[in-house]
Structure formats: C-alpha cells, structure tokens
Antibody, heavy 120, light 109 residues
Framework: EVQLLEAGGGLVQPGGSMRVSCTVS????????MSWVRQAPGKGLEWVAV???????DFADSVKGRFTMSKDNSKNMLFLQMTDLRAEDSAHYYC??????????????WGQGTLVIVSS | SDVLTQPPSVSVAPGETATITCERDNIGAKSVHWYQQRPGQAPLLVIS???DRPSGIPERFSGSNSGNTATLSISRVEAGDAADYYCQVWTFNSDHPGLFGTGTEVTVL
C-alpha cells in the first residue's frame, strides 16, 4: 500500500525558517518525480516544487529563491526547506508523487498534509 | 500570469449532471487532469489525460478537452459528489510547470 506521511509543520515567525518532511512507503522515490503542493486555509491548490528522479528541482515563482527541495533515497524521504517565510506561505503542505507520460504529469498519490502557520 | 479559470461554484440537483469547466487559451493542446477534494481530505485524482478514469472512479465521471475549454462532467450526481474540484496541467521547461485551476465548489441541492 502506498502511503505518504508529512511531518514538521507548526507555527513560525515571519522571516523564519522551517523544514517539513515526507516519508514514503509502498514505492521507491528514487525512480519517481515528487512534488510539494500547498493550500492556504479556504483557498485553492498551488503547486510549489518538484524534484526529478536525478535530483534536479523546479519551484513556483512565489517561492523561488526561498524554498529548497531535497530527498534521501536511502530513507525514502523528501524534504522542503523553507526560509524567509511570509504570512502568505501559511498553508497545508502536501507531498505528492507524480506520474508522467506523453509530456504531461498528474499527481497520483498524496499525503494528508502538514500545516505551516507563519505568524508573530 | 498563466491561469486556469474555473467557475467558483456549481449547484446541481441529485440525479442531474454537473458540468465544470476549465478555461485557458488553447488548453486543448495540453493534457488536463481533474481532482476531487472533500473537506478535510487530500485531493483525489478523478480524471487523467483529459478523459481517462483511474481505477475505482465511477463511470459517472467523464472529461473532455478542446479549444479553450476542458470539461469535467458528473452524471447522476449523488450527495457524496459534493466537493471542490480542480483542473491541472503540467508544462515541462516552463517558468511554472505545475498549474492548478482556481477550483469549483460543487453543491448538491
């Protein structure tokens, strides 16, 4: 059974940093593209970041230069390091696996999310 | 900026058909995927590649994509279909490869 379990959310002050993680079971992340998607309370979904199987990354413009994404294939874990956090970064952060074919990708497995609140 | 525009809300009576649109210039040239999100839950893929239904998704869910509009249709709507629905596209080698629609809340009357 595929499971994705996020951890590490909580309250952080504006300008602060936080790292959230995602532990994956049921498949190996080393061969898959993995993403973070966030959702501010009461708002829509926003794609945040992707890490490709070779380890390269891409980010949404809203977080570029502030967030980094990494993975530990041996532990089957993903990480999202967030710095210079702003109130608008407050959201549930979901990790998700991506399936890609014919030049397009969708998110086939999702975690339950971890809530990050940026507030003084 | 690049936006996938959906109607904020759609209301439908039980047994009728709900139609949710996702608009963007020439979206027909992209593959569109659709997600259902019930309150307090993670999104669930209901349609991939415009019209494919993943295993376990009822046949009542169908999709199409042409021109400037992609469409998710839910026939014979049930109370359990009440949820938010999002379209999504992916564009490699783009400044913002991952893009979700603005979301549509489906209310079952």
């Amino acid at each position: 059974e595929v499971q994705l379990l996020e951890a590490g959310g909580g309250l952080v002050q504006p300008g602060g940093s936080m790292r959230v993680s995602c532990t994956v079971s049921g498949f190996s992340i080393s061969d898959n593209y993995m993403s973070w998607v966030r959702q501010a309370p009461g708002k829509g979904l926003e794609w945040v970041a992707v890490i490709y199987s070779a380890g390269s990354t891409d980010f949404a413009d809203s977080v570029k230069g502030r967030f980094t994404m990494s993975k530990d294939n041996s532990k089957n874990m993903l990480f999202l390091q967030m710095t210079d956090l702003r109130a608008e970064d407050s959201a549930h952060y979901y990790c998700a696996s991506k399936y890609c074919s014919s030049g397009s990708c969708y998110f086939d497995h999702w975690g339950q999310g971890t809530l990050v609140i940026v507030s003084s | 900026s690049d936006v996938l525009t959906q109607p904020p809300s759609v209301s439908v009576a039980p047994g009728e058909t709900a139609t949710i649109t996702c608009e963007r210039d020439n979206i027909g040239a992209k593959s569109v995927h659709w997600y259902q999100q019930r309150p307090g839950q993670a999104p669930l893929l209901v349609i991939s590649f415009d019209s494919d239904r993943p295993s376990g998704i009822p046949e009542r869910f169908s999709g199409s994509n042409s021109g400037n509009t992609a469409t998710l249709s839910i026939s014979r709507v049930e109370a359990g279909d009440a949820a938010d629905y999002y379209c999504q596209v992916w564009t490699f080698n783009s400044d913002h490869p991952g893009l979700f629609g603005t979301g549509t809340e489906v209310t079952v009357l």
